[in-house]
């Protein structure tokens, strides 16, 4: 029979263990954004989000085609500001919510 240290001592092994195997993933302050794209712009779009590690969420085929994105407050100010240079032609765009994205 254990006693309280050696009880304590394979609870600490035990914890340390799953720790060990456990996988982590980084979590940093970005945005789900809402893009408002021309529908010529779309493919440009996802090759730019895969290179960029951007997360589309959804898109919706209406007049224009709207993508909901995950991204790095970085990346936003990427987009906004390069809005003249092509790939990314971007209509409007709107902040959604501030959120919690893996890095």
Do not use: F, H, W
Not at 36 to 48: F, H, R, S, V
């Amino acid at each position: 029979m254990l006693g309280t240290g050696g009880l304590l001592r394979a609870y600490v092994d035990s914890t340390s263990k799953a720790l060990e195997k456990t996988d982590y993933i980084e979590k940093i302050i970005g945005y789900k954004v809402k893009l408002c794209i021309e529908y010529d712009k779309l493919q440009e779009l996802k090759y730019y989000a895969n290179k960029s590690n951007l997360k589309i969420i959804n898109i919706e085929y209406l007049e224009n085609i709207e993508v909901i994105v995950e991204m790095q407050k970085e990346k936003l100010n990427e987009i906004t500001n390069n809005n003249n240079k092509k790939p990314l032609k971007i209509l409007k765009y709107d902040i959604l919510e501030e959120k919690y994205i893996d890095k």
